[in-house]
């Protein structure tokens, strides 16, 4: 039932921006935490940002600090990655997460993934 769709994802040349969104359904989203990962060719998933419920505050991985930016509605159920000054080095296959309890038990949702390719 739960359900997390992304979009955004495609081809920009270096120095340029992107911006990623995440659909959820299915859960309540405001209560779980959000996070954007990537993962490109030959290396391991890693977590690019993070952020909790309404009130908290968003965290970044070194490499993109300063230049993404992550953000929630939780009224329209989105969470955004706005990503500016990209590199090649960011060039991988963006992957949304949620995660949080339903029913007494941990709840871990994973989107469909979107490419982001950086080049030229």
């Known amino acids: 039932q739960a359900q997390l769709v992304e979009s955004g994802g495609g081809l920009v040349q270096p120095g340029g921006s992107l911006r990623l969104s995440c659909a959820a359904s299915g859960f309540i989203f405001s209560t779980y935490t959000m996070s954007w990962y990537r993962q490109a060719p030959g290396k391991e998933r890693e977590l690019v940002a993070v952020?909790?419920?309404?009130?908290?505050?968003?965290n970044y991985a070194d490499a993109v600090k300063g230049r993404f930016t992550i953000s929630r509605d939780n009224a329209k159920n989105t969470v955004d990655l706005q990503m500016n000054s990209l590199k090649p080095e960011d060039t991988a296959v963006y992957y949304c997460?949620?995660?949080?309890?339903?029913?007494?038990?941990?709840?871990?949702?994973w989107g469909q993934g979107t490419q982001v390719t950086v080049s030229s």
């Open positions: 952020i909790g419920s309404i009130a908290s505050s968003p």
């Open positions: 997460n949620a995660r949080g309890w339903r029913i007494g038990v941990r709840a871990d949702y």
